[in-house]
């Protein structure tokens, strides 16, 4: 049975700092690209970070590259998120993504997804 099961949301001030982490479990982890999403109240879920299999090949939106970074243990079944000089609009639940059929160029829909964490609150005050 696949797990992937984040933590290490929070609330925190704008040009603050959060690590996010997911633990993966029930598939190979080493064979699949990871992502991070986020969605906000209202909003549609959004690509946040996404990472190959090797974690050689990473991509970012616009709104989070420079500030957030993406990496993986694959020795670990781990995935984590490293977000520096928050802002308030990177308020969200932010979730952990598997992609069981791709390996590196991995997609930046969640519906490419297979399977996805319950989530973690991040809230940035201003």
């Known amino acids: 049975q696949v797990h992937l099961v984040e933590s290490g949301g929070g609330s925190v001030q704008a040009g603050g700092s959060l690590r996010l982490s997911c633990a993966a479990s029930?598939?190979?982890?080493?064979?699949?690209?990871m992502a991070w999403f986020r969605q906000a109240p209202g909003k549609e879920r959004e690509r946040v970070a996404t990472?190959?299999?090797?974690?050689?090949?990473?991509n970012y939106p616009d709104s989070v590259y420079g500030r957030f970074t993406v990496s993986r243990d694959n020795a670990k079944n781990t995935l984590a998120l490293e977000m520096n000089n928050l802002k308030p609009e990177d308020t969200a639940m932010y979730y952990c993504?598997?992609?069981?059929?791709?390996?590196?160029?991995?997609?930046?829909?969640?519906?490419?997804?297979?399977?996805w964490g319950q989530g973690t609150q991040v809230t940035v005050s201003s």
């Open positions: 993504a598997a992609d069981l059929r791709r390996t590196w160029f991995c997609e930046e829909v969640p519906n490419a997804y297979d399977y």
């Open positions: 029930g598939f190979t982890y080493s064979s699949s690209c």
């Open positions: 990472i190959s299999t090797d974690g050689r090949r990473t």
